[in-house]
């Protein structure tokens, strides 16, 4: 799965890129009610433009990509300084209140993400195959604190088997997220030219069991 990711970085086939800021996040960041300053988790970010439209909304983001290509091409976008280092086995650049570790999502530990309070996943759930989604939705909740809120944008497309990205049911995004997640649906688009049909959630994570 890297590989093919890596492939289509190289290629430039990253149709799935959006070139300006996704209307639900617009829409719906507002009602989750996160504190302005609060930190933001970007799993698998790419170089989503969403992550300007957070910073802008007075947001630090911390966004995870493997691909060094889509890092380096979200900074080149502005003509702003960059810094450079390294942590714990992740190439860090941060430019202004964003930063970018490049690397596997799956090897980031509690201890780096200590600040979050939020997190925006827009494309990364689909970007992964069936058997890999558990293991993600786990993560996730193992890296935000209790009442931690947050954004998913899901995908079903006909061809089930097709992707990525991938076709995810809303019956296991519930599934998935469940255990560890307040889940609330927030709407259901159309389908676009391509059949896909994107799916808004806003999820809570669960405090410990009193």
Excluded at 98 to 107: K, R
Excluded at 141 to 166: F, H, I, N
Aim: hydrophobic content about 40%; charged content about 25%; some cysteine.
């Amino acid at each position: 799965m890297t590989e093919q990711w890596l492939k289509r970085w190289r290629e430039g086939r990253i149709g799935f890129h959006r070139a300006t800021a996704h209307p639900a996040l617009e829409r719906y960041w507002p009602t989750l009610n996160v504190p302005r300053a609060a930190k933001v988790l970007v799993p698998l970010c790419g170089k989503s433009v969403d992550m300007r439209w957070l910073a802008d909304a007075g947001h630090p983001v911390l966004g995870v990509e493997f691909a060094p290509q889509a890092i380096e091409q979200f900074v080149a976008e502005r003509r702003h300084e960059v810094l450079r280092y390294h942590q714990a086995g992740f190439d860090i650049v941060r430019q202004g209140s964003i930063e970018l570790w490049q690397g596997d999502f799956f090897h980031l530990h509690i201890r780096q993400v200590a600040e979050i309070e939020a997190f925006y996943d827009r494309a990364s759930l689909i970007a992964l195959p069936k058997p890999t989604r558990q293991r993600y939705a786990f993560h996730l909740a193992q890296l935000v604190p209790p009442g931690a809120r947050g954004l998913l944008v899901s995908l079903t497309r006909g061809d089930e088997k097709a992707g990525p990205p991938y076709s995810v049911s809303n019956n296991e995004v519930e599934q998935l997220f469940s255990p560890n997640f307040r889940l609330t649906f927030l709407e259901q688009s159309p389908p676009d030219e391509r059949g896909f049909i994107e799916s808004v959630w806003a999820l809570e994570r669960r405090g410990p069991l009193s």
